[in-house]
């Protein structure tokens, strides 16, 4: 159990949707409750087969929001506790908790590979400093993927143009050699091939 709950399990069922109804306001709360019955199978014990099922039953929270919150909620003990612990003290202002789908957003961006590390420390900014609204988040990402794969094929272009001058001068550099050992051609034609030699290294990036 992630953090020890001294409630019994029939108030732990009326904490639970008391919390659930004010979740707006205080979703890191909720999140925490709907690991630990996850986790336990608490759900069980009041009938419910399925967690799924006592969400949307008991709760009227649909199973993808429960997802979210429960894995955002993991996000935060594991990444961002001192969030965990500004909400649970007596001073925390409700409007600076950032939202449990911004939170999620963050979350799986810092799985994506097309984003670096400068990425997700901004986009985590937007999120804890700024307490953006998720549509913001969102978009936000989505302009950084944008760009990053933008730049991405900006790279794969250069690597390939720069690779075929350098074959082209390889294979120019490897027959003037043998045009000249073989003399079979004029000096001067040999000078041109070592000019445009030359020249495509200039184009080289």
Known sequence: MTQNISLEQDQLREKVVEVARRHKASWIELGQYLHTIQK?????????????NYCMK????????????????LY?????PKVIESHNSAEENPRTIP???????LRLARKNPLLKPNDVAAL?????EEAREPKEVRAHVRRL??????????????NRRNAAIKRLISVLTSTRKELQNEKLLPAHILNQIDELSAKLQDQLE
């Not at 336990?40 to 799924?52: A, Q, V």
């Not at 990053?148 to 794969?156: A, L, P």
């Open 58 to 73: 008991e709760l009227g929270i649909r199973p993808n929001t429960a997802l979210k919150m429960t894995r955002s909620y």
């Open 124 to 128: 985590r900014e937007h999120v804890f």
């Open 99 to 105: 939202s449990y789908e911004s939170v999620n957003i």
């Open 76 to 80: 935060l003990e594991r990444e961002e």
């Open 145 to 158: 993927l944008s760009d990053r794969e933008v730049k991405d094929s900006g790279e794969v272009r250069k």
């Open 40 to 52: 336990n199978k608490i759900y069980k014990y009041w009938g419910y087969l399925e967690f799924d």
